[in-house]
Structure formats: structure tokens, C-alpha cells
């Protein structure tokens, strides 16, 4: 599977941002979903997942209540809602595919779209 992200940006301290990821290949509703994030210095974290069926979600705490993810089997896409941001939410901002349950270990996914940056002035 082939990931193309999109969305990003600048925003103020408090503000919102949405960001995509397009699927294209094998089956997207095989594939659990998650969201990463690599801030300047530091390893790449996660954010949050979802299952390939999009009804089960886990969040990192320092996200929880703030970012939603979501997907949508039928556009072969998944988002990720970005609420109240924070400047410690500046990073680069990855989504990524595996076959199988979710996980939120960098190196248990297999697929990945290109980075964003997402930038939060205060």
C-alpha cells in the first residue's frame, strides 16, 4: 500500500489543522492505521492508531481529548483531527499502514506517506 499525506501547516496556539492520508494498492480496510510525529532532536513518537475497521481508536495521553483519528475504508483514507494545539505539537507528522492489529511501535509498520510539518506559534 501507498501512503500520500497531505495537510499541515502553520497555525496559532490553540488553533486547528486537519491532515489526510490517501491509500492506493492492496486493500486499505486490511491495514490498521496510525499517526507519529518526529519533533526536531527527538526519535519519531506516536500519536495515535485505529483499527482497519475504524472502530476502535487509542491516543498517546499528551493527545488524548485534543487530536481525534478517523478513517473512511470507502475513500481509502484516514485523517487526523487536530484540536487546541499546542507549540509542543510542532513536529513533523507521519501516518503510517500494517496489516494486523494496531500498534503504537515505530517499527512495526511497514507503510509509510511522506512528512508534514505542522508548526504551532504560541
Known amino acids: 500500500v501507498q501512503l500520500q499525506a497531505s495537510g499541515g501547516g502553520l497555525v496559532q496556539a490553540g488553533g486547528s489543522l486537519r491532515r489526510s492520508c490517501a491509500a492506493s494498492?492492496?486493500?486499505?480496510?486490511?491495514?490498521?492505521m496510525g499517526w507519529f510525529r518526529q519533533a526536531p532532536g527527538k526519535g519519531r513518537e506516536s500519536v495515535a492508531t485505529?483499527?482497519?475497521?475504524?472502530?476502535?481508536?487509542f491516543y498517546e495521553d499528551s493527545v488524548e481529548g485534543r487530536f481525534t483519528i478517523s478513517r473512511d475504508n470507502a475513500k481509502n483514507t484516514g485523517y487526523l483531527q487536530m484540536n487546541s494545539l499546542k507549540p509542543e505539537d510542532t513536529a513533523v507528522y507521519y501516518c503510517?499502514?500494517?496489516?494486523?492489529?494496531?500498534?503504537?511501535?515505530?517499527?512495526?509498520?511497514?507503510?509509510w506517506g511522506q512528512g508534514t510539518q505542522v508548526t504551532v506559534s504560541s
Open positions: 503510517a499502514a500494517r496489516r494486523g492489529t494496531t500498534s503504537f511501535r515505530v517499527n512495526q509498520y511497514d507503510y
Open positions: 494498492g492492496p486493500t486499505f480496510s486490511n491495514y490498521a
Open positions: 485505529i483499527t482497519s475497521n475504524g472502530y476502535i481508536t
